[in-house]
């Protein structure tokens, strides 16, 4: 490859840099392009690799990272060959974007099995202050465990917000056809007390130029009091998207009703907006997105949000979770989950 062709083939297979850099093999890409062009076109881009066509039959969820370790060795000239006979090198291609989102995707969930394997248990400098809150209630080395367990989860819960933050929107985004604007390069910009357009601009969730759409994405709107000073953010964005000459759309996943809720569409609406609330929003992407990138959202952003609103009912049913040392096993009577642990 030359310089613009690696440049190019990085978008596959890298993000961040320094210490922060996710990088995956040429093997993997080649893997998860084998998966998009299926998803396609019902066939694979080429016969030549059989352990990896029959690897991709499995399907994205189900292949783990230890057969995945187990792929043979390719080079990135390899990988870049296929990915131009496949047509993911053209960004007009439909390929390119579904190859994009899929890359995006797995790298994250490679950066998170990382996080699992090597995220520290708290020690006492971190946690002993905070038995004061309980500490007589029950004996002193169950508190202490109580004290490095939900730290460790806390700690794990963060990391998993994050990353799913840096994956979920920006995929809808361009599953839209649109991007994700940081406040420095955004088209709406705030509105100051005295009622004026600044130049200060504000994030937007998903961005469509040609139509001038501004999106917000949000899984649910809550009653929570911390919220408060967050929802007066929100309530102020169809205001200011109207003044820069945009239509402001809310779409909200969890249909679950709220007085906040309602409040916040009526004011979408009042500005020239439209909402999409539960099954509506779904409805909506899938046909905003089109044949293809609807399918993406239909087989790998869909299908974990359906399954866990099935069983999360907000009343935990018990579980044991016990640290062997190389392995963290969670379970039930049923099933079992294992994080291999690094020493």
Request: neutral net charge.
């Amino acid at each position: 490859m030359n310089k613009s062709q690696k440049e190019f083939y990085r978008q596959f297979s890298q993000h961040g840099t320094g210490d922060a850099k996710v990088e995956i093999s040429a093997s993997e890409v080649t893997l998860l392009l084998f998966i998009a062009y299926h998803d396609i076109h019902g066939t694979y881009p080429s016969q030549e690799f059989p352990t990896i066509s029959e690897l991709a039959k499995k399907g994205f969820y189900k292949i783990s990272f230890t057969e995945i370790n187990k792929l043979p060795e390719m080079t990135t000239d390899e990988s870049f060959e296929l990915l131009e006979r496949a047509g993911a090198t053209n960004i007009s291609d439909t390929i390119y974007l579904y190859l994009k989102n899929l890359c995006d995707l797995y790298r994250r969930r490679y950066k998170y099995d990382k996080i699992l394997q090597n995220q520290p248990f708290p020690n006492a400098d971190q946690v002993a202050p905070r038995s004061l809150l309980e500490y007589g209630k029950c004996d002193d080395s169950l508190l202490a465990i109580w004290l490095e367990w939900r730290k460790w989860f806390f700690d794990i819960d963060n990391r998993s917000g994050q990353e799913t933050g840096y994956v979920f929107e920006p995929i809808l985004a361009s599953c839209l056809g649109g991007v994700s604007v940081s406040h420095t390069n955004s088209p709406v910009k705030r509105i100051n007390d005295s009622g004026h357009r600044t130049s200060e601009g504000r994030q937007v969730d998903c961005y469509i130029e040609e139509v001038k759409e501004v999106y917000e994405l949000k899984m649910r709107v809550t009653i929570a009091a911390s919220g408060q000073g967050r929802f007066n953010e929100e309530m102020s964005f169809p205001h200011e998207a109207e003044a820069s000459g945009l239509t402001p759309i809310l779409v909200v996943f969890d249909e679950t009703g709220s007085v906040l809720l309602s409040k916040l569409k009526r004011q979408f609406e009042q500005h020239g907006g439209k909402c999409f609330v539960g099954k509506d929003a779904w409805e909506m992407l899938y046909k905003k997105a089109g044949k293809e990138m609807s399918l993406f959202i239909k087989k790998y952003i869909h299908p974990p949000v359906q399954a866990m609103g099935r069983f999360i009912d907000s009343n935990p049913q018990s579980i044991q979770i016990e640290n062997q040392g190389n392995e963290i096993v969670i379970s039930n009577n049923q099933n079992e989950y294992r994080i291999i642990r690094k020493k």
